[in-house]
């Protein structure tokens, strides 16, 4: 086994050296290759390579053909490698099969030995409200929810990591004749909604072939929403559904809506009735998300008097209103096939929807307060229609919230900030790394059919413990590759421990780390933790690593979130990914997963 010797300058004159052992394979990748290798020959075949993906990993949908391509995969490695004559001697031995170094570092190949499944695998033919869908909350934005700038290309990386539903606000331009999108009564900078729609169709279909919604939230006169609507219809053409019916009893399917845009908004009508143009959901939403300063509140008022023309007076805007109310656009109505609302008065009423299927908005903060007391309503609600929850309104630096508090309660649209970093978009981007990422996770049986008393899914009752979960840390690499030799600690290697923690409902939630491994690019941790698990299906396991600081905060060395539900069990080799959640190059992780 070879070392890395790495030299640190200390006080100018002094270098500090640190040799450090390559990785070698743990004890039960050696336990594992013995079982199911030639042990005369100290190989693996393919065909016992095939027996090891079946048995241990698996992995039962391998067939020999994939167990000859990975063999054969390997072994052209080593010829490229095999660059003298006695290297080739060396390895004769192993011509037709796989020694135990080559099968750990196999192992360590995430192409091949991936912790999720990268397919759509899930039932694709139920409607849309059987659905988890990666949900976005304005759009538009690149920083802060009061004076960054709007633009498209936040939009563009939304669907370039297989969001599938966009939010933009529409708002008058300054001379009243076209649209602008921006985050109303704040002083964000616009972008034209023409340049949006243009970029949603370049991009819409660029990570997942399931269908887009675009949610607008809109501010405009009948002249300007048939303007939107004749947009929409040029810009995407047979790329926009249409929906078959005024007011749907079902919604449609993500398959069947393939390649397809949808529009969801607040029927015109609705919106004239709902308080002159000043009280739709999300004109009370970007109210709430404010929480403005008084020494701002002047400046944004004189904005949305430009944007909006909210300096008529009370009677002028009846006026408006009135013939606004003879003249709504009945294009633009003819666009929505989901059709959305705002609960005014109690949400209670709103949960006990008669007739058509409907999206209802909610912030976090209502959807909290209504769970306590309607909890089962809204899962009710949330079976045939669709809840979209939203960020509070204090969130001004674009911060998120943990998106269990929807998914517990079958809300479909969790609205997230994409530009707001951290753990909450880490849980949100873990839980749309299932089925494939293709933005559409097909919610818990539990959440979608009714018991024999008509009973629902109560996320507060103690459950039993349904599944337990094993973890096992062994090692990771990569960091010397992915990090400048200082960038941990400016006199040593870096120390790294990891943090393996479950989050979901309230009872599954568990944090464990490993020992800090000192001085070592390269750390072998090599424990196992094990996690009780009461609803398994809505549990993400989030992997952490960080180096320990004594002095300072410890700093940051890579992270992922994983749908438990979709685990795969067996040795994983685990990427992991910065704090944007941007794939990092080399960093990864062996662990194993077993389920009892």
């Excluded at 002083?187 to 949603?200: R, Y």
């Excluded at 959901?281 to 300063?293: A, F, K, M, N």
């Excluded at 300096?311 to 009945?330: I, T, V």
Aim: net charge negative.
């Amino acid at each position: 086994m070879g070392t890395v010797t790495y030299s640190y300058k200390m006080f100018k004159y002094f270098n500090r050296k640190f040799a450090v052992s390559e990785q070698a394979p743990p004890p039960d990748v050696k336990e594992a290759f013995s079982a199911f290798s030639d042990a005369a020959a100290a190989s693996m075949s393919a065909d016992q390579l095939l027996r090891f993906l079946h048995d241990h990993q698996r992995e039962t949908d391998c067939s020999a053909e994939d167990s000859n391509r990975i063999l054969d995969s390997i072994i052209q490695s080593r010829k490229q490698n095999d660059t003298n004559a006695e290297c080739d001697h060396h390895t004769d031995n192993n011509n037709n099969g796989l020694s135990l170094d080559e099968f750990f570092r196999f192992l360590f190949l995430v192409d091949f030995n991936d912790p999720l499944k990268s397919q759509v695998h899930h039932d694709m033919n139920a409607p849309l409200s059987h659905y988890f869908i990666y949900t976005g909350h304005n759009s538009y934005l690149t920083g802060n929810q009061l004076s960054s700038d709007c633009s498209d290309v936040p939009i563009i990386k939304a669907l370039q990591r297989g969001v599938r539903v966009i939010e933009l606000d529409l708002w008058p331009n300054s001379t009243k004749d076209d649209i602008d999108v921006v985050h109303g009564r704040t002083l964000t900078a616009p972008v034209s909604l023409i340049q949006c729609l243009k970029s949603i169709k370049e991009y819409a279909f660029v990570k997942s072939d399931y269908p887009v919604i675009i949610t607008l939230e809109d501010h405009l006169t009948p002249f300007l929403q048939a303007k939107v609507a004749e947009m929409i219809a040029q810009v995407f053409g047979d790329m926009l559904y249409f929906p078959q019916a005024d007011s749907l009893t079902e919604f449609p399917t993500p398959e069947s809506l393939k390649g397809r845009i949808l529009i969801s908004t607040k029927p015109p009508k609705e919106y004239l009735e709902s308080k002159q143009f000043k009280d739709s959901d999300s004109e009370r939403e970007s109210t709430e998300e404010g929480s403005l300063s008084p020494c701002v509140i002047p400046e944004l008022e004189a904005v949305d008097e430009k944007l909006n023309g909210s300096d008529l007076d009370e009677e002028g805007l009846n006026a408006r209103d009135k013939k606004s109310d003879q003249q709504s656009a009945p294009e633009y109505k003819r666009l929505i096939t989901i059709h959305a609302g705002k609960p005014k008065g109690h949400v209670k009423h709103h949960l006990n929807n008669v007739g058509g299927v409907k999206r209802l908005s909610l912030s976090e903060q209502e959807l909290e307060k209504a769970s306590a007391t309607y909890g089962s309503d809204i899962v009710r609600f949330t079976q045939k229609n669709i809840i979209r929850v939203y960020p509070k309104g204090t969130r001004v630096t674009s911060s998120n919230y943990r998106p269990h508090i929807g998914w517990m309660y079958g809300a479909q649209m969790v609205a997230f900030n994409m530009q707001g970093h951290g753990k909450s978009l880490w849980y949100m981007q873990g839980m749309f790394r299932a089925n494939g990422g293709c933005g559409y996770v097909k919610k818990p049986a539990f959440l979608i059919e009714k018991g024999p008393h008509n009973e629902v899914f109560d996320p507060k009752r103690a459950l039993p413990v349904k599944k337990t979960l094993k973890v096992k840390v062994y090692m990771g690499n990569g960091w010397s590759s992915d990090f400048s030799k200082t960038h941990f600690d400016s006199f040593s290697p870096p120390d790294f421990y990891t943090k393996v923690c479950i989050v979901g409902v309230p009872a599954d939630k568990a944090n464990k780390k490993t020992k800090v491994i000192q001085d070592n690019w390269f750390p072998v941790w090599d424990e196992e933790f094990e996690f009780p698990l009461t609803v398994p299906e809505l549990a993400l396991l989030r992997i952490e690593v960080r180096e320990y600081d004594k002095h300072e905060k410890d700093d940051f060395g890579g992270q992922t979130c994983l749908p438990i539900s979709e685990l795969r069990s067996g040795f994983r080799a685990v990427p992991l990914f910065d704090q944007k959640g941007e794939q990092l190059k080399s960093v990864k992780l062996l662990m194993r997963f077993q389920f009892k």
